[in-house]
């Protein structure tokens, strides 16, 4: 157990400022495998039993579930866009603008890797884009999950009364992020491009942050406030934040430590009595720190 003078504390490391000045071509190989880099949700194509990342799929797919959806457009759904995913595994969906489809799975992970599992029960209702603001990265795919009561009414108005349905780690909705989408599903892509949802210029601005860095491993935010899953197995975890300009990338670093071993090894707070306008402090300056602000500074006042 802890004692009450330990402390958590964070830094970001190496954050930088990318511009979106860059251009990416709108073509997407058709052989590429999609990866799951957003914890507790996603969407997949089928893997081979060949390739290594099969070995984390050990319920088998429904093959033989597929449903044609025509619009992701709230405004313009219709009955026959609505789409039971109860209970299977990797079902899949065709789109109007694309000759193949996409499965969507609901992940889960645990102590020994991860795995897909079935939709719950009752997951009825609509694939649709959900935009969060005028960023242009700031959209995703959900699922809206309809009251059963309400699966006689219009499509749009039993839309309006549903609810997302929820990843896996029953925090934040399941979705497939728009960066997922451009890099891995052309398909889905094509239907938004046809659709109107997403616009020549807001293309432009998604290839070009796909084009300025790796991000497949990050967790996205759409704000810096936004939840995410941090696991305390691993102590750092890459973030991008969008923000109205482009985005910024960095490594945020966890850490549970004593806060004299803090000090020694990476950085200390530092500030007034009070704590009020703390700052990060280099460990190699410490000792000069302490010489002449050490005032401010007693055994008793160290953060806990």
């Known amino acids: 157990m802890l004692s009450q003078r330990a402390s958590r504390s964070c830094a970001f490391s190496r954050l930088r400022h990318i511009h979106l000045t860059t251009q990416r071509p709108t073509s997407v190989s058709s052989d590429r495998r999609a990866q799951d880099r957003f914890v507790g949700w996603g969407a997949r194509r089928g893997l081979s039993s060949q390739s290594p990342e099969a070995k984390v799929l050990p319920v088998p797919a429904s093959h033989k579930f597929w449903r044609m959806v025509s619009s992701l457009d709230p405004s313009a759904l219709n009955d026959k866009d609505l789409v039971d995913l109860s209970d299977h595994v990797l079902p899949r969906i065709h789109f109007k603008h694309s000759p193949t489809g996409v499965s969507f799975y609901k992940p ?5 890797g991860g795995r897909n599992i079935p939709f719950p029960s009752g997951t009825r209702g609509f694939l649709y884009f959900h935009r969060s603001y ?3 990265a700031a959209a995703e795919i959900r699922f809206r999950i309809i009251r059963p009561e309400d699966v006689h009414l219009p499509a749009t108005e039993a839309f309006t009364l549903g609810s997302d349905l929820i990843s896996a780690g029953g925090i934040t909705p399941w979705r497939l992020h728009i960066l997922n989408v451009f890099h891995f599903y052309p398909m889905v892509r094509d239907q938004l491009l046809a659709e109107g ?4 210029p807001q293309a432009a601005q998604i290839n070009a942050i796909l084009a300025s860095g790796s991000w497949t491993r990050s967790s996205i935010l759409e704000n810096i406030t936004d939840p995410f899953i941090w696991s305390p197995r691993s102590p750092s975890r890459e973030l991008v934040i969008l923000h109205q300009e482009g985005e910024f990338r960095g490594k945020l670093y966890f ?3 004593n806060p004299r071993l803090l000090a020694d090894k990476m950085c200390l707070q530092s ?3 009070s704590g009020n306008d703390f700052a990060y402090t280099h460990p190699r300056n410490w000792q ?3 010489s002449t602000q050490g005032k401010y500074w007693s055994d008793s006042s160290l953060p806990s």
Do not use: D, I, N, Q
Not at 108 to 112: N, Y
Not at 197 to 200: A, D, E, I, M, T
């Open 197 to 200: 949802l997403v616009s020549g």
């Open 134 to 136: 005028e960023h242009a």
């Open 271 to 273: 500030g007034t009595k």
């Open 108 to 112: 889960w992970f645990g102590r020994k």
């Open 255 to 257: 850490y549970l430590a």
């Open 288 to 290: 000069a720190y302490r």
